[in-house]
T-cell receptor
Framework: RKEVEQDPGPFNVPEGATVAFNCTYS??????FFWYRQDCRKEPKLLMS???SGNEDGRFTAQLNRASQYISLLIRDSKLSDSATYLC?????????????FGTGTSLTVIP | ETGVTQTPRHLVMGMTNKKSLKCEQH?????MYWYKQSAKKPLELMFV???????ENNSVPSRFSPECPNSSHLFLHLHTLQPEDSALYLC???????????????FGPGTRLTVT
């Protein structure tokens, strides 16, 4: 079973739409959670860390549900520049070795 | 220089060549990582170094040899590679244990490797 699972999409949404991505993780000992975005042929870049209480950064809202072991990312008022692949990432440190587990990514295309 | 830098950005090598990839982080972190990303595939963790000590080796073939001389520099030595090793090789760094700013991992721009 994969450590992190995401719906690969693709999600094609019009500008201004709200879109949500979900991600599930298999190990209940996971301690740290993140969303990264990766543009085509570029490196992943940190979008936001995900905290137990949920957190918001502008148009982006991340939620963590430890009981159900899933993480979500909500993007409001989508922009063309939001088109990218969104990666869900978890880490179990200090419960186990220092490894970041990446999902396969969810592809988003925002259409004019 | 800021963040994580990698050189070269592009590399074409034959199967009999020996080359090295270099990574340098300017963030004061103490953990560094090598990842491989093939076309249309997720990131694959190759090696992890905490405080210059290798802590993870995810069944990587011996034709890939990492070296971490200090907490700011990481190398990946390549020899007798195969065409299927063509990929984007990404270096990353983070802080262990988590710093006040968190535990996030920061990536370099990658080296796009083509093995002919």
């Amino acid at each position: 079973r994969k450590e992190v699972e995401q719906d690969p999409g693709p999600f094609n949404v019009p500008e201004g739409a709200t879109v949500a991505f979900n991600c599930t993780y298999s190990n209940s000992a996971s301690q740290s959670f993140f969303w990264y975005r990766q543009d085509c042929r570029k490196e992943p870049k940190l979008l936001m860390s995900v905290y137990s209480s949920g957190n918001e950064d502008g148009r982006f809202t991340a939620q963590l549900n430890r009981a159900s072991q899933y993480i979500s990312l909500l993007i409001r008022d989508s922009k063309l520049s939001d088109s990218a692949t969104y990666l869900c990432v978890v880490n179990l440190y200090p419960n186990t070795g220092n490894q970041f587990y990446f999902g396969t990514g969810t592809s988003l295309t925002v259409i004019p | 220089e800021t963040g994580v830098t990698q050189t070269p950005r592009h590399l074409v090598m034959g199967m009999t060549n020996k080359k090295s990839l270099k990574c340098e982080q300017h963030l004061g972190h103490n953990a560094m990582y090598w990842y491989k990303q093939s076309a249309k595939k997720p990131l694959e963790l190759m090696f992890v170094y905490n405080f210059k000590e290798q802590t993870e080796n995810n069944s990587v073939p011996s034709r890939f040899s990492p070296e971490c001389p200090n907490s700011s520099h990481l190398f990946l030595h390549l020899h007798t590679l195969q065409p299927e090793d063509s990929a984007l090789y990404l270096c990353a760094s983070s802080q262990v244990p988590p710093a006040e700013t968190g535990y996030e991992q920061y990536f370099g721009p990658g080296t796009r490797l083509t093995v002919t």
